[in-house]
């Protein structure tokens, strides 16, 4: 077994090699730590990689050649996201802002990339379930994956997860599982559920394919615009801005560019132990001892990749930023009016972020700035706090024919006046034409008062409310 092994690495263009003690190890099945407690990452034949090229093509299997050896390939056809420029952001800001744009991707995060690549794997070496566990994106990832490879899946979330992504598991046919308050918990619970039951285990704090597949974004900015100035990331475990910094510098190690950008991670001000050891100048993150934000994907106490993602930082020059729920939010609102993409809240940072950086004079007038959002905000709730959404006497939950049943069951009404107790949401030809479905249909009834046509509320269309009622009880 120990020749055949020693055989794999001389045949392999890459390894696993731990980062402490510089152990090697065959780079399947992926691990993310070493006997002696170090980090494993992989390290590729660098002649290899300077005789490769990308495939033909956009997406992220374009770059293959660039990353571990895979055999089945899992796509859904990630990847190949744009790089925009912002142009009325830059006019605001003084500064050249291009958008990195991971919210195109097939579930509306940059984790399909992660979730390609690990059950690929997964079906290389003959798993039939895997498991992960995340805030949700991961998870919505790996459970579209695990559905297209046609394996098990199970996803473990914290309690607090973004009603978006857990509805994207449950369709993908995902088993969910709630477990704990924060993303450490689900992380800790996946590995428990993995070691119990021998699942592969797609989880990105666990599995060093996952910082694989993100430097490929490095790979693609790098060809869209060149090297910028700056790219600023969210950093919540830390491992995004590892991964990016990986990408730029393996580029570099096989002559494909000569110099690398700045690279800035951003975290909420509630929850920054990576912003913390950096201006400290710490090597290693401390615990967050209690959480102050409300931005899901932000809330991690205890970052698995802080110790790369303040390598990353000291070695590309970098800065580490912390910024407030509500400059995230703001901002959140401020991308979807000037540049129409609705991002998640924590992409959103990284444009607060932006502004922290030229109001003090770190970022130059007319440098080349990336941002990656990095998902959707169709997936998040946490977007809604900073929208004024103005309710309508308590009918907005309710569909407008159950808005209208709901007014009737207060007293007969003509359509003038409930179009105004609808507070105007609908035309008022829209409402009389509800209230002619409603009547077709039995559940209220129309007659003449002082020259105007009124409408009732009948026992059918009574006991069609309370349906209503106890439906939007129970969800």
Same mark, same amino acid.
């Given at each position: 077994?120990?020749?055949? @092994?020693?055989?794999?690495?001389v045949?392999?263009?890459?390894?696993?090699?731990?980062t402490?003690? !510089?152990?090697?190890?065959p780079?399947?099945p992926?691990?993310?730590?070493?006997?002696?407690?170090g980090?494993l990452?992989y390290r590729?034949?660098l002649?290899?990689?300077?005789r490769?090229?990308?495939?033909? $093509?956009?997406?992220?299997?374009?770059y293959a050649?660039?990353m571990p050896?895979?055999?089945?390939?899992?796509?859904?056809?990630?990847?190949? =996201? +744009?790089?925009?420029e912002?142009?009325?952001?830059? !006019?605001?800001?003084g500064?050249?802002v291009?958008?990195?744009d991971?919210?195109?991707? +097939?579930t %509306?995060?940059f984790r399909?990339r992660?979730?390609?690549?690990?059950?690929?794997?997964a079906l290389?070496?003959?798993y039939?379930?895997v498991?992960s566990?995340?805030d949700?994106?991961l998870g919505?990832?790996v459970a579209?994956?695990?559905?297209k490879?046609g394996i098990?899946?199970t996803?473990?979330?914290p309690k607090?997860?973004?009603?978006?992504?857990?509805?994207?598991m449950?369709?993908?046919?995902a088993f969910?599982?709630?477990?704990?308050?924060?993303t450490?918990?689900a992380?800790?619970?996946a590995e428990?559920i993995?070691?119990?039951t021998?699942a592969?285990?797609a =989880?990105?704090?666990l599995? +060093?394919?996952?910082?694989?597949?993100?430097k490929?974004i490095?790979f693609?900015i790098h060809?869209?615009?060149g090297?910028?100035? @700056?790219?600023?990331?969210?950093? !919540?475990?830390g491992g =995004?801005?590892?991964?990016? @910094?990986?990408?730029f510098k393996?580029?570099?190690?096989i002559?494909?560019?000569?110099s =690398?950008p700045?690279?800035?991670a951003?975290?909420?001000?509630?929850?920054?132990?990576?912003?913390?050891?950096?201006i400290r100048?710490?090597?290693? +993150?401390?615990?967050v001892e209690?959480?102050?934000?409300d931005?899901?994907?932000?809330?991690?106490?205890?970052p698995?990749? %802080?110790?790369?993602?303040?390598?990353?930082?000291?070695?590309s020059q %970098?800065?580490?930023?912390?910024?407030?729920?509500?400059?995230?939010l703001?901002s959140g609102k401020?991308?979807?009016r000037?540049? %129409?993409?609705?991002?998640?809240p924590a992409?959103?940072?990284?444009v607060?972020?932006l502004r922290?950086?030229?109001?003090d004079?770190?970022v130059?007038?007319?440098?080349?700035?990336?941002?990656i959002l990095?998902?959707?905000?169709?997936k998040t709730t946490?977007?809604?706090k900073?929208l004024?959404?103005k309710?309508?006497?308590g009918?907005?939950s309710?569909?407008?024919k $159950?808005?209208i049943?709901r007014?009737?069951?207060?007293g007969?009404?003509?359509g003038?006046?409930? @179009?105004k107790?609808?507070?105007?949401?609908?035309?008022l030809?829209a409402?009389?034409?509800h209230?002619?479905?409603?009547?077709t249909?039995?559940l209220?009834?129309?007659?003449q008062?002082?020259?105007r046509?009124?409408f009732?509320?009948?026992?059918?269309?009574?006991?069609a409310?309370?349906a209503?009622?106890?439906?939007?009880?129970l969800?």
């Open positions: 077994m120990r020749i055949l @092994w020693k055989m794999f690495l045949l392999s263009k890459s390894w696993l090699v731990c402490t003690c !510089g152990a090697v190890r780079p399947y992926p691990r993310r730590f070493c006997e002696c407690g980090s990452e590729y034949d002649e290899e990689l300077r490769a090229e990308p495939l033909e $093509g956009k997406g992220f299997w374009r050649p660039y050896e895979v055999g089945s390939v899992v796509t859904l056809g990630e990847g190949g =996201t +744009p790089l925009r912002a142009g009325r952001l830059s !006019g605001k800001l500064v050249r291009y958008l990195k991971e919210t195109v991707n +097939p %509306g995060s399909d992660c979730a390609s690549l690990m059950v690929s794997n290389d070496l003959g039939s379930f498991v566990g995340s949700g994106n919505a990832s579209a994956y695990s559905a490879a098990s899946c996803a473990v979330v607090n997860i973004d009603l978006g992504k857990l509805a994207q449950i369709v993908y046919d969910v599982e709630e477990w704990g308050e924060s450490e918990d992380v800790s619970k428990e993995a070691s119990e021998g592969y285990n =989880t990105a704090e599995n +060093p394919l996952n910082i694989e597949a993100l490929t490095s693609e060809e869209q615009i090297i910028p100035d @700056w790219i600023i990331a969210p950093a !919540g475990s =995004t801005v590892y991964a990016l @910094w990986k990408g393996e580029m570099e190690m002559g494909k560019l000569e =690398t700045r690279l800035v951003v975290q909420a001000d509630g929850c920054k132990p990576i912003v913390d050891a950096y100048g710490r090597r290693k +993150p401390e615990k209690k959480v102050r934000t931005i899901s994907a932000l809330r991690v106490a205890s698995m990749y %802080g110790v790369e993602a303040l390598n990353a930082l000291r070695e %970098g800065v580490a930023v912390a910024v407030s729920d509500g400059e995230i703001e401020e991308l979807a000037l540049e %129409g993409v609705f991002a998640e992409s959103s940072a990284t607060a972020c922290h950086l030229v109001r004079g770190v130059d007038k007319g440098e080349r700035v990336v941002c990095t998902g959707s905000g169709l946490d977007i809604i900073a004024k959404v309710k309508v006497r009918y907005a309710l569909p407008t $159950g808005a049943l007014i009737l069951s207060e007969d009404a003509y003038y006046a409930i @179009w107790r609808l507070g105007r949401a609908v035309t030809g409402v009389y034409q209230l002619t479905d409603l009547e249909k039995g209220i009834v129309s007659f008062r002082g020259g046509r009124y009732r509320l009948t026992d059918k269309g009574l006991r409310l309370k209503l009622d106890e439906l939007r009880d969800l």
